[in-house]
C-alpha cells in the first residue's frame, strides 16, 4: 500500500529565511506527487505538481525516486506563506485519481 | 463562479443519530469524494465516486455511506454517529484522467462534533 509521510508537524522561521518541508513516500510504481496547501479560512487548493516542474509562489518541488522524496523548497520564506501544506501521492494507471494525503505541516513564518 | 459548497459547515449531534452532510457543485466534474482531516493523520479518503454510477470505498468507509443523487451531488452519511467521527469532513471533485491527474477542487469543509 502507499503511503505519504511528512516528519515535521511545525516549521517555524523567520522572514526571508529558507523553508523546506519534508515528504517522503513509499509505493512500488510510478507516482505522481503533489502538493496542497490550506492557508487560513482558506479551502485546500493545490500548490503544485511534479509533472509540471514549475515554480509557484516561489517554491519548487523535486521528485527523487531514488530517496523517494518530494521536498517542498522556498529559498526566502514571506509571511504570506505562512499555511498547512500537504503532501500528496496519486497512483500512476491505478483505478482514477485517488490521492493518499500525508499528515500535513504547518508553516509559521515569524516577522 | 464554479464552486464546491459543503452543508452544513458546522454540526453538533449526539452519539447514535443519523446525520447526513452534503456536497453540491458547480464544476461539471464527473468526480466527487469525500475526505475526513485529524490533526496529525492529514486527510483520508472515505468514499469516492467517478458518476453517478460508480461508487466505491475509500480506506476509511467503515461507518459511513453515501448516496450520489445526481452529477452535481454527493451526500455522505453516518447512520449512527459515534464521537471518533469528531472530524473536519471535506468534499472534492475531479476532472476525469486523460493523460494527466487533474486536480482535486476542495469544498470549505464540515465540522462535525459527536457528543
Known amino acids: 500500500a502507499q503511503r505519504v509521510t511528512q516528519p515535521e508537524k511545525l516549521l517555524s522561521v523567520f522572514k526571508g529565511a529558507p523553508v523546506e518541508l519534508k515528504c517522503n513516500y513509499s509505493?512500488?510504481?510510478?507516482?505522481?506527487l503533489f502538493w496542497y496547501v490550506q492557508y487560513s479560512r482558506q479551502r485546500l487548493q493545490l500548490l503544485l505538481r511534479?509533472?509540471s516542474r514549475e515554480s509557484i509562489k516561489g517554491f519548487t518541488a523535486d521528485l527523487n525516486k531514488g530517496e523517494t522524496s518530494f521536498h517542498l523548497k522556498k529559498p526566502f520564506a514571506q509571511e504570506e506563506d505562512s499555511a498547512m501544506y500537504y503532501c500528496a501521492l496519486n497512483r500512476v494507471k491505478a483505478a482514477g485519481n485517488k490521492l493518499t494525503f500525508g499528515g500535513g505541516t504547518r508553516v509559521l513564518v515569524k516577522p | 463562479d464554479a464552486d464546491v459548497t459543503q452543508t452544513p459547515r458546522n454540526r453538533i449531534t449526539k452519539t447514535g443519530k443519523r446525520i447526513m452532510l452534503e456536497c453540491s457543485q458547480t464544476k461539471g466534474h464527473d468526480r466527487m469524494y469525500w475526505y475526513r482531516q485529524d490533526p496529525g493523520l492529514g486527510l483520508r479518503l472515505i468514499y469516492y465516486s467517478f458518476d453517478v454510477k460508480d461508487i466505491n470505498k475509500g480506506e476509511i468507509s467503515d461507518g459511513y455511506s453515501v448516496s450520489r443523487q445526481a452529477q452535481a451531488k454527493f451526500s455522505l452519511s453516518l447512520e449512527s454517529a459515534i464521537p471518533n467521527q469528531t472530524a473536519l469532513y471535506f468534499c472534492a471533485t475531479s476532472a476525469p484522467d486523460r493523460g494527466q491527474t487533474y486536480e482535486q477542487y476542495f469544498g470549505p469543509g464540515t465540522r462535525l462534533t459527536v457528543t
Open positions: 509505493y512500488s510504481g510510478s507516482p505522481e
Open positions: 511534479h509533472i
